[in-house]
C-alpha cells in the first residue's frame, strides 16, 4: 500500500478531513479533501461534520480551525509549521501600540498569532479585506498589524491612513519588480498577479493583485492563456491542474515558504496514525479570538 492509499484509509478510521493550503506540496493537495486561501479555508472550517481535522498548512491557519471548532480535535502533522509573518506582533506589542492610540480600532491580518486576535476588533484576509476595511466609518483610526504592505494595500484601494506595524512576509519579500520586468520581456502579453503581501512597487508593476483564491478564480475566468504568477511556488500545481490549457509561469522558481513545504505525505500519514500534534488554545484567549474571526466571517 502507499502512502496515498494509507491517508485515504487512516482517514476514514478516524473520520477526518483534510483542509490544505495552496501553497502546500502538490501530492499534500492531491490528498486534501478541499485546498484553498486563507478565507476559503477558515469558512470550510466552520462546516466539518468529521470528528477530525487535519490541517496541511501553517500553525495560525490550523489555530484558526481550532478556534472555530472547539469541540473537535485539529491536528497539525508539523508544528514547527509557523509563519514568520504571523511572529512578528505579539499580544504584548498590540497592546502597548493600542494604549498609545485609545479609541483606535485594531484590525489583525488573519496571519497573526491567537493571543493577537484576542487583542483585536475584526481580522482579514487577503481574499476580503477590502470588504471589510470598507466598513469602517473614515473619521475612524486604525491599527492595522501586522502586515504593511496588505495594509497599506488597502489604505491605498480605500484612500485612507492606517497606522501599519511594520510586518512582511519574507517569502513575499524576495519578488521583485526586475524579476516581473523579466518575465513580461521572456512571455509578453501575459497578464502578471501578485499577492497583495508583495512590496508597494511590485504590486504596482503587476496587473492584477489577489488572494491565492482570487489568483485562481482570475486564472479560470481570464481569456489569457499564459498568465504570469507572483506568489509561492506551491499554487503552480493547483493552477496547471485546473487549467490544462493555459500556461503558468513563476515570477520566480525561488519564491517558497519553507515552512509551507513541511507537511509530506509521510508526516501526514504519521499524524493520522499517531493522532499528532494536535493543536491547543487556552480557552480565554480561544473565547476572545473567535469573536474577532467570528466578526470578519459575519461580512465576507
Ligand atoms: P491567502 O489567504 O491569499 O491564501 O494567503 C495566505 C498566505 O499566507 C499568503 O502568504
Ligand atoms: Fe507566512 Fe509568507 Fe509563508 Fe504565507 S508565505 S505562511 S505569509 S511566511
Redesign the pocket.
Known sequence: MDVAEEIAQLKKARNAVILA??YTRGEVQDVADFTG???ELARRATEVKADVIVFCGVWFMAETAKILNPDKTVLIPEPSAG?PMADMVTGEQLRALKAKHPGAKAVCYV?STAEVKAECDICV???NAEKVMARFAPDEQILFVPDQHLGGHIAGLLKREYTLWPGY?P??AAITVKAIEAARAQHPGAPVMV?P?CARDVRSAADQRL???GMCRFARETDATEIIVGT?IGILHRLRKENPGKRFYPVSERIV?PNMKKTTLENLAESLRDMKTEVTVPAEIAVRAKRTIDAMLAIS
Open positions: 493550503h495552496n486561501d486563507s478565507l509563519c496571519n484576509t487577503s481574499g512576509c517569502t513575499h499577492h503581501e488572494s491565492t483564491g509561492e515558504c
